[in-house]
């Protein structure tokens, strides 16, 4: 068929430069173009073709998440009335025709440049190419696209510099730029961008610093992700619009930040910088917070964990792994409804883990309170706990009332490597059921000894010898002595 004869501004034209898009495909699994040929009526009735009601044409391709594989035609490009394609979560591969006037072409196996041709889409307000293996550098035509609300190269691998092109897009609302390797600073123009929303810059090779009247000079923005660069300076408040702030790995120093004027973002992801000093300037402000998430993890934070978490309702993740925090746990964190994981590993924690503190977060599922200098006696786990990790403390005595007081039916991992334990391996594994083999009992000797009535117990639930073979790690000994068939010994 010689589509060349057949002019592309009318319908026969379309059908042809349907037809051509679907020769180029070589494997649809689910049968989406089965439609596509000559015996249907209309092209228009085509499984993902939108046509206009008046002049028939077709204004939008939908075949996203279809499982394509095969080329893109450049006949795409011959479809005039086009205003939408949608072609993510495929496995289309080779070069984006020069042809083509595209939307969402996301995840799949495009390679080579965008094409200079997409510079002259000035009527397109979507341009999403994300997830594909591209080159050549954010391509300077883009700051032809005035009328785009909505740009994704998002983890394309294009390299080179952030462009300074975007002082004419002054409808643009989100930018995701994200895994692109791209290096240098982020452009003076760009935070003139006032209408942005949401901004995606993480895991690039960004650096330098952000202006600290961003909140004023970009008065809409709610997401600003900087996650995996080389960012540094201050950052002293978090604007009342964000909803998401991440500034994790970089190079960020100073004070915390401070919730003012209302700021309440979902996600606060601080973490892996070089932020120092008190927790007070940001828990303690006077915002009722909505906060979800809270990462202060590897950082140089010092003091106590201040006793004011009484605003912080929605909090479910909190971290402040690996910092130099020290003092006792402040009975107001054991009141926070929606805590789901506490992560207080790597600190200078201290004190005994009396009665009160078990008055966790009644939702609490993961805690982790590892290499930090608690002591005493342990008592018990409440219920709600998955994965706890003492280990790295200075507990001491028998497991007896750890283990055999109430027991728990949701466990499936505890920590109690590198303590000051000591005794006999109580015989009480039937109140543990879901207990998985990370049970770790170090810097101790015990002698476990199973009858058949405790072996017998233990039978039926996930715990076995299995599980005990790690009981003692590094270069302590445990002895098993078990009746249910031939008594063995196992030295580490």
């Not at 008046?54 to 479809?79: F, M």
């Not at 072409?105 to 190419?129: A, H, M, R």
């Not at 120093?253 to 309440?264: A, V």
């Not at 334990?421 to 039937?430: A, K, Q, R, T, Y």
Request: net charge negative.
């Amino acid at each position: 068929m010689h589509f060349a004869a057949v002019s592309k501004n009318s319908t026969a034209g379309d059908l042809l430069a349907l037809l051509a898009i679907k020769a180029m495909i070589k494997d649809d699994p689910q049968g989406v173009m089965a439609s596509w040929n000559h015996s249907t009526t209309t092209f228009c009735r085509w499984q993902g073709v939108t046509c206009s009601p008046r002049h028939q044409r077709v204004t939008h391709l939908d075949l996203s998440s279809r499982g394509l594989s095969g080329t893109l035609s450049p006949s795409i490009g011959n479809l005039s009335f086009l205003r939408g394609i949608q072609l993510f979560n495929n496995s289309l591969s080779g070069e984006i025709p020069a042809e083509i006037g595209l939307l969402h072409l996301g995840y799949n196996i495009l390679v080579g440049k965008i094409p200079v041709g997409i510079g002259s889409l000035s009527l397109q307000n979507i341009l999403i190419i994300h997830g594909n293996i591209l080159e050549g550098g954010i391509p300077p035509f883009i700051a032809n696209l005035t009328l785009l609300e909505a740009l994704s190269f998002g983890d394309c691998q294009l390299g080179g510099k952030f462009p300074d092109v975007f002082q004419r897009l002054t409808n643009l609302r989100r930018l995701a730029m994200s895994g692109n390797n791209l290096n240098g600073t982020i452009p003076p123009f760009l935070y003139n961008c006032s209408s942005l929303e949401q901004i995606f810059l993480d895991e690039n090779e960004l650096n330098g610093r952000l202006p600290e009247n961003l909140g004023s000079i970009m008065p809409r923005l709610e997401v600003l992700s900087l996650s995996q660069n080389h960012i540094q300076g201050n950052f002293l408040d978090v604007p009342a619009t964000f909803t998401v702030l991440d500034l994790s790995f970089n190079s960020f120093s100073g004070k915390l930040p401070s919730l003012s004027n209302g700021s309440s973002p979902d996600i606060l992801a601080l973490s892996n910088n070089i932020f120092a000093g008190s927790l007070h300037n940001l828990v303690c402000s006077n915002v009722v917070n909505m906060t979800g998430v809270l990462d202060l993890g590897y950082n140089h934070l010092s003091g106590d964990i201040p006793d004011c978490w009484e605003k912080w309702a929605s909090l479910y993740f909190l971290s402040f792994r690996n910092n130099n925090l020290s003092g006792e746990f402040p009975k107001t964190l054991g009141s926070l409804p929606s805590l789901t994981t506490l992560d207080m590993h790597g600190n200078k924690f201290r004190g005994n883990l009396t009665k009160s503190f078990w008055r966790l977060p009644p939702n609490l599922n993961r805690l982790d309170m590892s290499e930090n200098q608690f002591q005493g006696t342990l008592l018990g786990i409440p219920q709600t706990l998955s994965v706890v990790d003492f280990s790295s403390n200075e507990f001491w005595r028998s497991l007896h009332q750890l283990l055999c007081s109430n027991g728990t039916k949701q466990t499936k991992a505890l920590n109690l490597d590198n303590n000051n334990l000591s005794g006999v391996i109580p015989e009480c594994w039937e109140k543990w059921p879901s207990l998985a083999s990370i049970l770790a009992v170090g810097s101790a000797e015990y002698i476990l000894e199973l009858d058949s009535k405790a072996s017998q117990a233990t039978r039926g639930y996930n715990v076995g010898f299995s599980m005990m073979e790690q009981l003692i790690r590094d270069d302590n000994k445990l002895v098993l002595l078990a009746s249910i068939s031939d008594s063995f010994e196992y030295t580490f």
